[in-house]
């Protein structure tokens, strides 16, 4: 037997669990089902990895949703921390998460609940995520060949602030690349 264990930071505690939820959450809504949730949990790690090593990236039918409740202005600023399931995360981090992301409008009355909700938004619809890595190819930090499908679409200029969600203000970058580019703005823009 192989045990694995870890700990993610809260941001990355949010994927991991949407991904294995993807994959284990329906084992408990079959009554034929007599795994245990940890080993459902275990069998989609294992698919999740057999998709990986066979090149086929989905997840179920769609993108897994992470859900994080984010004010606004605190979206807007970057200042603040978050309170997600997985931990707290700060604001910034949040920011990172929408920059490629399904978003969501809930309007909260002044005592906190939802009284309304806009339908989801791809920011980055497909056929522009298939313009910008046919151009960039791979990670555009310098020096970076990161393949385009293991990089994030990011706004150079980010939407919160205005920026377009257009080829010429995106940009790929991997994973470590897209967080230092939200950690040390202003980013630099593509050549």
Same mark, same amino acid.
């Given at each position: 037997?192989?045990?694995?264990?870890?700990?993610?930071?809260?941001? #990355?505690?949010?994927?991991?669990? *949407?991904?294995?939820?993807?994959?284990?959450?329906?084992?408990?809504? !079959?009554? =034929?089902?007599?795994? *245990?949730?940890?080993?459902?949990?275990?069998?989609?790690?294992?698919?999740? $990895?057999?998709?990986?090593?066979?090149? !086929?990236?989905?997840?179920?039918?769609?993108? %897994?949703?992470? &859900?994080? &409740?984010?004010? @606004?202005?605190?979206?807007?600023?970057?200042?603040?921390?978050? +309170? *997600?399931?997985?931990?707290?995360?700060?604001?910034? *981090?949040?920011?990172?998460?929408?920059?490629? /992301?399904?978003?969501?409008?809930?309007?909260?009355?002044?005592?906190?609940?939802?009284? #309304?909700?806009?339908? /989801?938004?791809?920011?980055? %619809?497909?056929?522009?995520?298939?313009?910008? =890595?046919?151009?960039?190819?791979? $990670?555009?930090?310098?020096? $970076?060949?990161?393949?385009?499908? @293991? $990089?994030?679409?990011?706004?150079?200029?980010? @939407? /919160?602030?205005?920026?377009?969600?257009?080829? +010429?203000?995106?940009?790929?970058?991997?994973?470590?690349?897209?967080?230092?580019?939200?950690?040390?703005?202003?980013?630099?823009?593509?050549?």
């Amino acid at each position: 037997m192989v045990h694995l264990n870890g700990q993610l930071d809260p941001a #990355d505690g949010l994927i991991v669990l *949407t991904a294995l939820r993807s994959l284990s959450e329906g084992a408990a809504l !079959d009554p =034929e089902d007599t795994r *245990t949730p940890a080993q459902a949990r275990a069998d989609a790690l294992i698919e999740i $990895c057999q998709r990986y090593l066979k090149g !086929d990236g989905r997840i179920g039918s769609g993108r %897994p949703q992470v &859900t994080v &409740t984010v004010p @606004w202005n605190t979206l807007q600023t970057g200042q603040g921390v978050i +309170d *997600t399931e997985a931990g707290p995360i700060p604001a910034g *981090t949040a920011r990172l998460l929408a920059c490629d /992301a399904l978003i969501s409008r809930v309007i909260l009355d002044p005592d906190g609940a939802p009284v #309304d909700a806009g339908a /989801a938004s791809r920011v980055i %619809p497909k056929r522009l995520r298939r313009l910008l =890595e046919a151009r960039d190819q791979h $990670c555009t930090h310098p020096g $970076c060949h990161m393949p385009a499908r @293991w $990089c994030d679409a990011h706004h150079i200029r980010h @939407w /919160a602030d205005g920026g377009r969600t257009c080829l +010429d203000n995106l940009r790929l970058l991997c994973r470590k690349h897209h967080s230092d580019a939200h950690q040390h703005p202003p980013h630099p823009r593509r050549e």
